[in-house]
């Protein structure tokens, strides 16, 4: 690239957005824009004039508080931008704002020495050249700057600002005081601190910058898939209108002449409905269009930064990016807007058509019942009581009542409403996860008062119920556990007892009712739908049988297509889910055993996993070595790991035992942080129990039954 077309493209990079000037004592806002210092405090200036006491980002419409002294000035100046205007500088002739740092007579400096990292006068380049020291250095002349000495100078050293520290580049970083230093202001100044290489801290820092950009990136992606959905629905509302008015003209145009008056009132209805819906979904598309330009922004911000890969910027910048980054995230969401569904109802009668509502929707109310906290998959009730413009009851055979439910996630919950025929209309609804449900309510197309509210569902709790040993103390002998199920079916539950060769059956209210001796030790243990024991034991033949509950050995699977089986589980539709330490392979078996549906594995993971179950179209594997909880969908391909490494809420130092309870949620055994993880099947954390559990399985009335680390007690939660 020629170095004047060089220099056009940095004075376009250099421009101010609001003066259209090259930028004069830059400031970012934090929003990561840049701006003269001067133009911003015109801004406020003009914004406090208009008794307002914020701003708005030219550029990303970012609102900002004014500083109560008016100016700006506090803001961080841009690094790149100071740079780029010192290098613009040159080239516009104004060679008085680079003075030689070599002489005391603070001449104009006309070269600049890349070795010695200074601008030399005239009379110091001389002196330079005839040094021998010196000869050899790098030199180039200001009025002759090739582009590359000017991308040269754009990313020389930084040097130091401290007095008598002027030529010592900031070489190293504090990670105490968390600023750039040069070598003089470790011994001087940071003594003692905790010092790391430029290069490496912001390598370290250009890390997180990459991680937050590709979360944005994450977020652009699902924005603009938004918009395009609120695009459709505003469409799809269009031209639902438009032919719904199309029907109603075609019926109009088959009465008598003094029908064009009703013609003409419901065209005019239409035209409000429409222009008042397309306003709904204009604003929503405003809003979403706004927040995913605030998102692009801010990741052509950061990837410009990354893509200079200068580590004093990456230094400089990092704290107020990953702070938007966090702005961002933590924004409120915009929800999409359905519009309600349209009709145009033709009536036999004219009088029907046209006649005055006496429901009056501004006067009707919900009564909530305690409606707004509830508990997940409770089912609750609420009324709604229909009023005239009197504010009395009374009772419409052609209101329309329309009841809007949404989830957390945006869904729509199933609703009933029951008409008393009494001008009351009791609404049932199930909340089956939760979090704060969204309900609205229209009356003949109306808001009713109060609507929409938000209703708090509680997530269900579980309680200590009670606890019992697994071997009795009559016999006297000790039991090893290696697995435990429960009958979904009889209640009864089932532990394999690997070391004394049986397995030890329990009521679900602890009472011991037999034992049922094996010749093998077993390695685990699972209930089918039919209340029939499933064991499987290690070796190459007969290594899983089937017995009924009563100990009778029923058939053997011979076959299982796994060399060393360790763990299994069956899903609700009876297939066997197998997992072994020969292929790090989660195998999937028809309800008989002997047919090989499915095999499949983690990409880049050499672990075996421990757990494998299924729910919900979605294989959950737990890897303890890996730490975490690996997701496949239902033909076994990857999707995403839940949880990672640690002891925080939704870490795992050694995820073992799965289960999903009634509520569908994950039930994760964390034997290394010694307690039970909860989380939403998307992967959100929930909620824990803390105690050093190793096996888990939920019964068939939905309890949680649990054993502890050492195998010697079963533990049931309510």
Request: charged share 25%; aromatic share 8%; net charge negative.
């Amino acid at each position: 690239m020629e170095v004047q077309q060089l220099f056009k493209n940095l004075k376009k990079e250099a421009e101010c957005p609001l003066c259209i000037e090259t930028v004069k004592n830059p400031k970012t806002l934090p929003c990561l824009h840049s701006f003269c210092l001067e133009c911003l405090d015109k801004l406020a200036n003009f914004a406090r004039k208009q008794l307002k006491g914020t701003i708005k980002c030219p550029v990303c419409q970012t609102s900002f508080q004014i500083p109560e002294t008016d100016t700006f000035d506090e803001l961080p100046s841009s690094f790149h931008l100071n740079r780029l205007v010192d290098v613009l500088a040159l080239e516009d002739g104004s060679v008085q704002s680079q003075r030689c740092s070599t002489c005391d007579e603070n001449n104009t400096a006309t070269c600049y020495c890349f070795v010695c990292q200074n601008f030399l006068c005239a009379s110091c380049f001389d002196a330079h050249q005839r040094l021998k020291a010196t000869r050899g250095h790098r030199n180039v002349l200001i009025d002759k700057l090739q582009a590359q000495d000017v991308q040269d100078l754009i990313h020389r050293p930084v040097m130091c600002s401290q007095q008598y520290h002027e030529d010592q580049p900031l070489e190293f970083y504090c990670e105490d005081c968390k600023v750039l230093i040069c070598y003089k202001c470790t011994v001087v100044s940071h003594n003692r601190h905790t010092m790391t290489d430029t290069q490496k801290a912001a390598q370290e820092q250009k890390m997180q910058m990459a991680n937050a950009v590709a979360k944005v990136k994450v977020e652009i992606a699902r924005y603009e898939n938004e918009i395009k959905r609120q695009t459709d629905l505003r469409n799809k509302n269009k031209i639902e209108i438009l032919n719904e008015e199309k029907k109603m003209t075609d019926t109009v145009e088959k009465l008598i002449c003094d029908l064009r008056e009703h013609e003409k009132k419901m065209k005019d209805k239409f035209r409000e409905i429409y222009e008042a819906e397309q306003k709904h979904h204009a604003t929503r598309l405003e809003n979403f269009e706004l927040v995913a330009t605030q998102l692009k922004s801010c990741v052509e911000r950061c990837q410009s930064i990354l893509e200079r890969n200068f580590s004093v910027e990456i230094l400089q910048t990092n704290h107020a990016i990953l702070e938007r980054c966090n702005e961002l995230f933590n924004a409120r969401k915009p929800n999409l807007y359905k519009s309600p569904h349209l009709h145009y109802l033709v009536e036999e009668k004219l009088d029907l058509v046209d006649r005055v509502v006496v429901t009056d929707p501004s006067k009707c109310v919900a009564e909530h019942q305690d409606s707004k906290e509830v508990e997940e998959r409770k089912e609750t009730y609420f009324e709604i009581v229909t009023k005239d413009s009197e504010g009395l009851q009374c009772y419409q055979q052609d209101d329309k009542i329309k009841v809007d439910i949404l989830t957390p996630e945006g869904d729509q919950l199933k609703t009933d409403i029951k008409d008393t025929k009494d001008g009351k209309y009791t609404v049932a609804y199930t909340p089956q996860s939760a979090g704060q449900h969204r309900v609205e309510i229209l009356v003949n197309g109306q808001p009713l008062t109060g609507s929409p509210w938000v209703v708090e569902v509680h997530q269900h709790q579980y309680q200590f119920a009670f606890q019992f040993r697994v071997f009795t103390e009559e016999s006297g002998d000790f039991a090893f556990m290696y697995d435990i199920s429960v009958s979904q079916k009889t209640g009864t539950i089932a532990f394999a007892d690997n070391w004394n060769k049986r397995i030890r059956l329990f009521s679900s209210e602890g009472k011991f009712q037999r034992d049922i001796s094996l010749d093998r030790k077993p390695l685990a243990v699972a209930f089918t739908d039919s209340g029939d024991l499933l064991t499987l034991f290690r070796g190459f033949n007969k290594n899983l049988r089937l017995f009924s509950e009563e100990g009778q050995l029923i058939k053997y699977i011979n076959d299982i297509h796994i060399e060393w089986p360790l763990r299994f589980s069956i899903a609700s539709d009876g297939r066997i889910i197998i997992i072994g330490s020969s292929d790090n392979k989660i195998k999937v078996l028809s309800p008989d055993g002997n047919n090989l549906l499915q095999s499949f594995s983690a990409p880049d993971c050499n672990e075996s996993p421990f757990c494998a179950i299924y729910n919900q179209d979605k294989f959950f594997a737990s890897y303890p070595s890996a730490k975490c909880v690996k997701v496949f969908d239902k033909t076994g391909v990857y999707l995403h790991d839940i949880g990672c490494e640690g002891s925080n809420d939704g870490q795992f130092d050694g995820p073992y035992e799965l289960a999903i309870d009634k509520y569908n949620r994950l039930i994760v055994c964390d034997a290394g942080n010694h307690r039970l993880q909860l989380f939403s099947l998307s992967g959100n954390f929930l909620s824990k129990i803390g105690h050093r559990f190793q096996k888990i399985a939920i019964n068939n009335d939905g309890s949680l039954i649990a054993a502890d680390i050492k195998g010697e007690c079963i533990y049931i939660f309510h």
